[in-house]
């Protein structure tokens, strides 16, 4: 339980972050190695075309976070489990511990919104797939920005009350079924930025990052543990 009445003040319960105040930042070097690329390997025309398609990328963003505070969760350190509000999250052995120390958790939901990813279609669509596919890691490193501000938003927000904050972690990865991802919308209610669920857990827009982070006076953001998790595919290995 959270027993900091400034930070209850501070983070209220529940909040959509204005567009207004959402910086996006996104890097060449990030793109290239979505497509298996150094900054090296690039020539001076892929690199233009990165760089201008990512200028028009965020002409097109329409960028949503918001987040819902908890300060009933309890973790279950033998079966590895998340109660938050009733529910129970099946979080795992890796997301579990690195909660465990947790007053609060804030769930949370962020979209670029649908038109970047409009655009990588129509491109795929029209025979240009280099020119899709360098649109589609741009979307994908567009939500991944816009829920880095919320998570530095979050951060510098409860530092003002003494406490940290974990890593964060989405359903579908560190072997958090993906499954879970309708018990944590339920718990998001009214906080999900627009974004619906298919019966299988696909988020839509797809270009969309949901998740859970820890809040706490003992707890801070370390460097991902990629060698304890066998997910190839995840968005924070190496970073």
Request: proline share 3%; charged share 25%; aromatic share 8%.
């Amino acid at each position: 339980m959270v027993d900091n009445e400034i930070l209850v003040q501070l983070l209220s319960w529940a909040k959509e972050v204005t567009p207004e105040e959402i910086i996006l930042e996104v890097r060449i070097e990030q793109v290239l190695k979505g497509m298996g690329m150094q900054l090296s390997d690039a020539d001076p025309y892929l690199l233009d075309l990165i760089e201008g398609f990512i200028s028009t990328c965020k002409e097109l963003v329409s960028p949503r976070a918001a987040y819902v505070m908890y300060d009933n969760a309890s973790f279950d350190r033998t079966n590895y489990t998340t109660l938050v509000s009733g529910l129970e999250l099946n979080t795992g052995k890796i997301v579990t511990s690195f909660l465990k120390k947790s007053k609060a958790v804030i769930l949370f939901s962020c979209t670029c919104g649908e038109e970047v990813e409009k655009l990588s279609k129509s491109y795929i669509r029209d025979g240009h797939g280099l020119e899709g596919f360098i649109v589609d890691l741009i979307g994908s490193e567009l939500a991944e920005s816009i829920t880095e501000f919320l998570h530095n938003y979050i951060e510098n927000t409860v530092a003002l009350a003494g406490y940290g904050v974990s890593n964060r972690f989405s359903p579908g990865y560190c072997n958090w079924p993906v499954s879970d991802q309708h018990l944590l919308f339920s718990l998001l209610k009214d906080n999900n930025c627009g974004i619906e669920l298919t019966q299988s857990s696909l988020m839509l827009p797809i270009k969309s990052v949901s998740g859970i982070i820890g809040i706490g006076p003992s707890l801070k953001r370390t460097d991902y543990k990629c060698r304890i998790c066998k997910d190839e595919n995840c968005i924070m290995r190496e970073k």
